[in-house]
């Protein structure tokens, strides 16, 4: 297997500009609730921005000496009640449906991410952590889709009031304007300045949150271990370090993001102090009336109130931005490339498979099999051995096409297999490997993964070729029962028996054993092995064995030793040679003289 972590793909340069606009093209796929929420927002906001304009009335009316009209004043005030009421009544309704958006925009994006990962060539799970890619799945779109249902609407809410404010104030009085006019400039200096700051450590706060992700279930998934080592305190520490960077760069992101709004509101009131000065100039001067002054400033208030709020929200926009990069970072992964136009589809498979000079490594500059050679005749029986890392899983990833040869060919049929469509060549192996995979789901669906419409009594025929189904029939519910989601609730070698049990269901004329008996005990071992042995028949299988006594009756022992085959031939011709195999066979069994 390749070294995890190694040639990962580095992050890549932040395009703010670019992620914004793949995040929109999601919410653009919806145009006419987006239509609808728009004209929502822009009659909600009329409402507030009438608001100033009815209080000024009523104040104006209610400033003439002696000639106080209660009834003018209380018809302005009834108005602006009615305004803020419908305002707030449509203000309510866009939140509600921003936030059914936002459900759904998280929806297409996780499922988009979903559909990526079931394209992307097994390398890539091979160097990113599980965690990692868990943590954009979740914690990333989560934040993204956050800031939609809310941010998104706060944003354009203050864009349509911060517009219609200054449209009122030209209106109402220009020379007032040129007050506030004065700190504009320092606050979108100011944020554009802290935007460039912070944007990256929003970036690392995600990718830390990802690095904390990958360990918790690397260490999770490998608990009995650690029990059975007592090495809780060394990864308690290790997950305090790990942690401790995450808080690191979640405070370092946040306390130079949470600046930017109190400076903001700062400079704000220095211009509504500008303005303040400024009406009572023009009051003193005959030039503005108390009507014209008082909504003036009302509307200076709604102009510089969304401008705060942008920028105490400012953070949350970069954090979401960060973690949309860490998305699109994965959705713009290379897929496992696409078959030659002209590619075989594999219908009938006989099962000859031939390597000639197969040279590969995972990394450029690291071989791992030098020149690999060898022919697996049809309905034989295929063996490889060899110390751990000699590249017997580096051959299985190759006959998948997991992987690409460098240079070299291997064939099918005599076939190359860059000649054959990835997916027939595929549906033509059966795989049980060492490392068993169930799902949550009946025992049933679980013997009957890859095999459309398979029936009760086939399932049952293949549990009995396994020895498992006088064990599956004690269970409360037999073939229904619920397996725990990863089979928490049955034995490691149970689950053994359902992966072989699937193989032998799935009717295919090649066969791939990953030291498929590994988790079963002696007894079991025999029983399986007779049953496979009858199912084997015809097909060519490949067997990786770690305890050779399994292959002893394999047609061909391919025998690996750092990545080049030392020796080829039967378990008796191999044992006569006295070489390579005959050392590892007898180092197994202590009978080397």
């Not at 097994?122 to 889709?145: L, P």
């Not at 992700?213 to 809780?232: C, D, H, R």
Request: aromatic share 8%; net charge neutral.
């Amino acid at each position: 297997m390749p070294p995890r972590g190694l040639g990962a793909k580095k992050e890549r340069p932040k395009d703010t500009r670019g992620t914004i606009i793949r995040v929109l093209r999601y919410l653009a796929r919806r145009k006419i609730a987006l239509a609808l929420l728009f004209l929502c927002t822009l009659a909600s906001n009329l409402g507030n921005l009438l608001g100033p304009t009815f209080a000024g009335k009523a104040i104006g009316a209610a400033a003439d000496a002696g000639q106080v009209d209660f009834a003018v004043v209380a018809y302005y005030a009834k108005a602006m009640l009615a305004a803020y009421l419908l305002s707030n009544m449509l203000s309510f309704l866009v939140n509600q449906a921003m936030m059914r958006l936002g459900r759904r925009v998280a929806n297409q994006m996780r499922k988009d991410v979903f559909d990526k990962l079931m394209k992307l060539p097994v390398k890539y799970f091979d160097r990113n952590q599980a965690g990692d890619i868990i943590s954009r799945v979740s914690y990333d779109i989560d934040v993204v889709t956050t800031c939609l249902s809310a941010d998104l609407v706060q944003i354009l809410t203050s864009a349509v009031t911060v517009a219609g404010s200054l449209f009122m104030m030209l209106w109402i009085s220009p020379p007032m304007v040129v007050g506030l006019g004065l700190t504009i400039p320092m606050a979108v200096a100011f944020t554009r300045f802290m935007g460039k700051r912070t944007r990256p450590l929003y970036s690392k706060r995600s990718a830390s949150y990802g690095r904390m992700n990958g360990y918790v279930e690397e260490m999770f998934s490998g608990q009995k271990t650690i029990l059975a080592y007592a090495y809780e305190d060394q990864v308690c520490g290790d997950f305090s370090d790990i942690n401790r960077d995450a808080a690191e760069a979640y405070r370092a992101a946040d306390s130079l993001g949470m600046i930017t709004g109190p400076t903001i509101n700062m400079i704000n009131n220095l211009g509504l102090s500008l303005v303040g000065m400024a009406g009572a100039v023009l009051y003193l001067l005959g030039a503005a009336g108390m009507e014209q002054i008082s909504s003036f400033v009302l509307y200076s208030r709604k102009f510089c109130g969304p401008i705060n709020e942008i920028a105490n929200i400012m953070n949350e926009i970069y954090s979401a931005l960060a973690a949309a990069e860490r998305v699109f970072t994965l959705l713009d992964q290379p897929e496992e490339p696409a078959d030659a136009p002209d590619a075989l589809t594999l219908d009938r498979v006989d099962g000859d498979v031939e390597a000639e000079h197969v040279r590969f490594g995972y990394l450029p500059d690291q071989t791992v099999l030098h020149d690999l050679s060898f022919h697996a005749e049809p309905g034989k029986t295929f063996a490889i051995v060899g110390h751990t890392g000699a590249g017997k899983t580096t051959i299985i990833n190759l006959l998948m096409r997991f992987y690409d040869v460098d240079s070299g060919e291997i064939r099918v049929d005599g076939h190359p297999l860059c000649a054959v469509t990835r997916a027939s060549l595929r549906r033509a192996y059966a795989m049980v490997l060492q490392d068993t995979w169930v799902f949550h789901g009946t025992i049933f669906d679980n013997i009957a993964y890859g095999k459309e419409g398979a029936t009760r009594e086939e399932v049952e025929a293949a549990a009995k070729a396994a020895r498992n189904h006088s064990y599956i029939m004690r269970l409360p519910q037999g073939y229904d029962t619920v397996i725990q989601e990863d089979g928490g609730n049955i034995s490691k070698g149970q689950k053994q028996l359902l992966t072989i049990a699937r193989a032998m269901l799935y009717d295919t004329h090649m066969l791939i054993l990953d030291e498929a008996t590994s988790n079963v005990d002696t007894n079991t071992e025999q029983q399986v092995q007779k049953a496979m042995q009858a199912l084997m028949q015809g097909k060519t299988c490949f067997v990786i064995a770690h305890r050779l006594s399994t292959i002893q009756n394999a047609d061909k022992i391919l025998v690996m030793d750092h990545g080049d085959v030392v020796e080829q031939g039967t378990h008796d011709e191999l044992m006569a040679r006295k070489g390579t195999y005959y050392r590892l066979y007898a180092a197994q069994f202590d009978t080397i003289a």
